[in-house]
């Protein structure tokens, strides 16, 4: 694809994103903020890196004093954790057995996957719903699975897999700005 042309579908695809639930997932936050609840986010690939930036931005510019802070955790970030469930246990579960082992109900569980029907998302995503958390997901294309396994769930419109990433980034900064007010 010529750089002009994507930089072109890109900015085309922007404004078919969908405000309202944007801030619904800011007043969830904000919420879980308030009331000292866990924030856990996951994603691969891609999205496993647009969870940990965001994760950063949120924990490092949020903080006010006589506030409160976030809690706000990236089960991506964990390595370790993250390779031992998938060679023990499964890939399947990297993300909804420490779900289990750390959330609690009124946390959020917070997932992105650009195709929605990456099966550690669901599964956590499902893990998540047992324990009463809420779940809010990012996704494109059609949405997949994880559209109807979300509380609120946003669906990039776009079959490009680095359009999806690149529209969850702008949703993500635009969630951050909201939460620095």
Same mark, same amino acid.
């Given at each position: 694809?010529? #750089?002009?042309?994507?930089?072109?579908?890109?900015?085309?695809? %922007?404004?078919?994103?969908?405000?309202? !639930? =944007?801030?619904? #997932? /800011?007043?969830? +936050?904000? *919420?879980? *903020?308030?009331?000292?609840?866990?924030?856990?986010?996951? &994603?691969?690939?891609?999205?496993?890196?647009?969870?940990?930036? #965001?994760?950063?931005?949120?924990?490092?510019?949020?903080? @006010?004093?006589?506030?409160? @802070?976030?809690?706000?955790?990236?089960?991506?970030?964990? =390595?370790?954790? +993250?390779?031992?469930?998938?060679?023990?246990?499964?890939?399947?579960?990297?993300?909804?057995? !420490?779900?289990?082992? +750390?959330?609690?109900?009124?946390?959020?569980?917070?997932? %992105?996957?650009?195709? &929605?029907?990456? !099966?550690?998302? %669901?599964?956590?995503? *499902?893990?998540?719903? @047992?324990?009463?958390?809420?779940?809010?997901?990012?996704? &494109? @294309?059609?949405?997949?699975?994880?559209?109807?396994?979300?509380? #609120?769930?946003? /669906?990039? !419109?776009? *079959?490009?897999?680095?359009?999806?990433?690149?529209?969850?980034?702008?949703? $993500?900064?635009?969630?951050? $700005?909201? %939460?620095?007010?």
């Amino acid at each position: 694809m010529e #750089i002009g042309s994507y930089f072109q579908g890109v900015a085309e695809l %922007l404004p078919q994103l969908p405000a309202k !639930p =944007v801030e619904e #997932i /800011v007043a969830v +936050l904000r *919420q879980a *903020q308030l009331k000292g609840k866990r924030i856990f986010m996951f &994603g691969n690939g891609g999205s496993a890196a647009n969870a940990s930036h #965001i994760v950063n931005d949120i924990l490092k510019s949020t903080a @006010r004093e006589g506030s409160p @802070r976030f809690k706000m955790f990236c089960l991506s970030d964990n =390595v370790p954790t +993250l390779t031992a469930y998938a060679n023990d246990v499964g890939y399947e579960v990297v993300y909804a057995e !420490p779900l289990a082992a +750390l959330a609690e109900a009124g946390d959020v569980a917070f997932g %992105l996957s650009g195709s &929605g029907n990456s !099966p550690n998302i %669901l599964c956590a995503m *499902q893990t998540a719903r @047992r324990m009463g958390l809420t779940r809010i997901g990012l996704t &494109g @294309r059609d949405g997949g699975q994880l559209k109807d396994n979300c509380d #609120i769930c946003i /669906v990039v !419109p776009t *079959q490009s897999m680095q359009m999806i990433e690149d529209a969850h980034l702008v949703i $993500l900064h635009a969630i951050f $700005l909201a %939460l620095c007010e």
